[in-house]
């Protein structure tokens, strides 16, 4: 059973075929979603150099299972799509490979592309019941079918690739650009990626953004001639410190023994063999 886990993410939709043009035309704006009450900002990626980082192939493919090992306790995350569950945390239901929330709108949006591209689904006959629960814990209208359309759907590649996209769109990619913007390595992408999954983005102290902001108040990135190690341990203090405002992330784990493991080894292209520990579970990638 995955480990519970809770998010900051901020309400707001970019139109995705709005942002496919951005991302092939110009600079990249992205949102994130925000449990109920947060504040609402946006992450901005302009000039984004094109070397490679944790968009390679082979380093995407680690930062999946890092962030599964942590969400749903295994290095399967392709056996996820099917997941669901309330896990108690105000946002309603959990699920998918990113943990999409029917109370923060990602769950919505990932609902509303899948049946854009195939009307015909287990999950469409819901999307009213989705718009109407957004924002809030409810499971009005979706319980009981709820649950076993999400397993049905999940078979299908369609959903599985519409699961891909959205979890890209709103929190791979994002990451990934600013941290290039930033001059932080694959490491330092994945960091980024990880606290977006998990606080999503805002203009609240504990969202990316705001993580972000009390790590530049301690120490400056690369692109402004800062130290790389030393300004990732300032962002993963401010990551810990956000993580300790709810009782929830009481356990640090995901941070000081799956990501800065990595730092203090000097392991900033994130290459394997890596081992680390999340929620006193071990891991390994050869």
């Known amino acids: 059973m995955p480990t519970p886990h809770t998010r900051t993410r901020t309400f707001g939709v970019v139109p995705r075929v709005l942002l496919g043009l951005v991302l092939v035309a110009g600079p990249v704006t992205a949102v994130a979603h925000a449990a109920p009450g947060a504040d609402r900002a946006e992450v901005t990626s302009a000039g984004v150099a094109a070397a490679p980082g944790l968009d390679e192939l082979a380093k995407k493919e680690i930062a999946m299972q890092l962030v599964s090992s942590a969400e749903n306790s295994s290095l399967d995350w392709k056996g996820q799509y099917g997941y669901i569950e309330d896990i108690g945390d105000g946002r309603g239901y959990t699920a998918g490979i990113i943990g999409f929330c029917s109370g923060t709108s990602d769950m919505l949006d990932l609902v509303e592309l899948y049946t854009e591209r195939e009307p015909d689904n287990p999950l469409a006959p819901y999307l009213p019941a989705l718009r109407a629960v957004d924002g809030t814990d409810s499971h009005e209208g979706l319980d009981p079918g709820f649950t076993d359309a999400w ?10 690739a519409a699961q891909n996209d959205e979890r890209d769109r709103v929190y791979f990619d994002p990451a ?3 941290g290039k913007e930033d001059g ?21 102290d504990v969202s990316f953004s705001g993580i972000r902001r009390r790590a530049l108040d301690e120490a400056r990135p690369p692109s402004q001639g800062g130290d790389e190690t030393e300004y990732l341990h300032a962002f993963l203090d401010a990551r810990v410190w956000a993580m300790k405002q709810e009782e929830a992330h009481e356990d640090t784990s ?9 730092l203090d080894a000097g392991n900033l292209s994130l290459d394997p063999p890596l081992d680390w520990k999340v929620y006193g579970d071990d891991f390994h990638i050869g």
């Not at 397993?151 to 599985?160: C, L, M, S, T, Y």
């Open 176 to 178: 990934v650009n600013r």
């Open 184 to 204: 932080v390595g694959t490491l330092g992408q994945f960091i980024y990626y990880d606290a977006i999954v998990m606080h999503g983005d805002g203009n609240s």
């Open 254 to 262: 995901r941070v000081d023994t799956a990501q800065r493991v990595f």
């Open 151 to 160: 397993k049905e759907a999940a078979r299908d590649p369609a959903f599985q």
